[in-house]
């Protein structure tokens, strides 16, 4: 696709008032075009009803029968049970639509730090994006590329630098799909300061600096607790140094909070004076709101125990609670996690359809397109199109 010309630009210029929602885009299944077999719905070849690591059951209803793949798992008269996979260009088409028909207005797509590079892991990652960025402009949808640097040595960080000076260079952030933030083009940087894991702080320096150099705008993901430098940050007064260096603020908020009250007490304390901060440094503040959680199979993959639904969904109560409570404190855009993250229970796709045997959250209290709605109805009470009520809108 050609570059924009200047007197085009960008389409996508700023994330306020918008809702964007972050896209895993890490599933694949046996028989699809990347060739790793079953990845993220369980241990691979060990992959089958014992064996599994993800909660939610997606709604494939609308998917064509070459968009299905037939898993291990068995309705209760007999039937396969199919999923899906993220490398096929017709489904992620399909996920890029639904964000549009409900009023979601793009999407932050996951490329994780560790599996740059070469090899068909990279290359189905590489897959994925193509497609995104192709689904994104022909949905009018915006694309983010986010590094997710979890578990990447800190030696490495550099391969994240190189890698976005190649799609740079290769048109993908002139397509016109592609989020802009202050005249910039945006890119997300996540795992900044948490710690549990290796500090880095000179590491993360280097990184930003050369990021930075492209000529691009940065959001960093960041813990919680960032602003005091307590609970799930790093205590290092430094730490701000470095987030000063940024232009958009987001703290993952997953899991930190378990109900309505605790959402509320959330933007009480730590969103509305984050803000504050954001604003004397002028800086743009994206809280993170999600739906519920669970990962009862995948803790049960790695010997532990945890509830299916630990944190319940209460019919989209609990989300749309955040929303509020986000709005409330100040906030003008806001980050959905997940889309499609199914292990952790937070994906907002449509799913919640008949399940097959086994242990997945039961969502047959909402349509399969309920959290999708309702991500965009989110979006609709931040640019005052709809009341900012604590009650539920109704559909």
């Known amino acids: 696709m050609a570059a924009l010309s200047a007197a085009e630009g ?30 993220h719905y369980g241990p691979g070849k060990r992959f089958s009803p014992e064996a599994y690591s993800f909660d ?3 709604d494939l209803s609308e998917l064509t029968p070459e968009e299905r ?20 260009p017709l489904t992620v088409r399909r996920h890029f639509r639904w964000m549009k028909d409900y009023g979601i207005d793009g999407a932050m797509l996951q490329r994780f730090a560790v599996g740059l590079g070469k090899g068909r892991g990279a290359e189905a ?3 994925v994006l193509r497609h995104c960025l192709e689904a994104a402009d022909t949905e009018g949808r915006s694309l983010t590329v986010m590094y997710d640097l979890s578990g990447l040595n800190p030696e490495k960080f550099g391969s994240v630098a190189e890698d976005w000076k190649k799609l740079a260079t290769t048109g993908a952030t002139n397509r016109p799909c592609y989020q802009y933030h202050a005249g910039k083009p945006l890119v997300a940087l996540w795992g900044l300061g948490f710690k549990d894991r290796a500090p880095a702080l000179k590491e993360w320096a280097d990184l930003l600096a050369d ?13 919680t607790y960032w602003r005091e430098l307590k609970n799930d940050s790093l205590t290092d007064p430094t730490l701000h140094d470095l987030i000063r260096q940024a232009d958009i603020i987001s703290p993952w908020t997953v899991g930190r909070f378990g109900d309505q009250k605790g959402a509320a007490d959330l933007a009480r304390k730590v969103w509305s004076p984050d803000i504050d901060w954001c604003q004397a440094e002028h800086k743009t503040y994206l809280p993170v709101i999600f739906p519920g959680f669970s990962w009862s199979n995948l803790s049960a993959l790695r010997g532990k125990q945890a509830k299916l639904g630990q944190i319940p969904r209460l019919g989209g109560r609990f989300l749309w609670s955040q929303a509020t409570a986000a709005r409330a404190a100040g906030a003008k855009t806001l980050y959905v996690a997940m889309f499609d993250e199914l292990d952790e229970g937070t994906a907002i796709m449509k799913c919640g359809s008949p399940r097959p045997a086994g242990n997945f959250v039961d969502l047959s209290d909402v349509p399969t397109d309920h959290y999708l709605w309702l991500a965009g109805q989110a979006g609709r009470m931040l640019r005052g199109e709809i009341p900012a009520s604590t009650d539920l809108p109704k559909r």
């Open 56 to 58: 939610v059951w997606p």
């Open 69 to 88: 793949y037939p898993s291990p798992f068995r309705y209760a008269d007999g039937h396969t049970a199919e999923l899906f996979s993220s490398v096929h």
């Open 10 to 39: 960008p389409p996508h210029t700023t994330l306020e008032g918008k809702v964007v929602t972050g896209y895993q885009g890490w599933f694949r299944a046996e028989g699809d075009p990347s060739g790793l077999g079953w990845v």
């Open 211 to 223: 990021i930075r150099a492209t000529g691009a705008a940065i959001m960093v993901g960041l813990p």
């Open 125 to 127: 990652m590489d897959m």
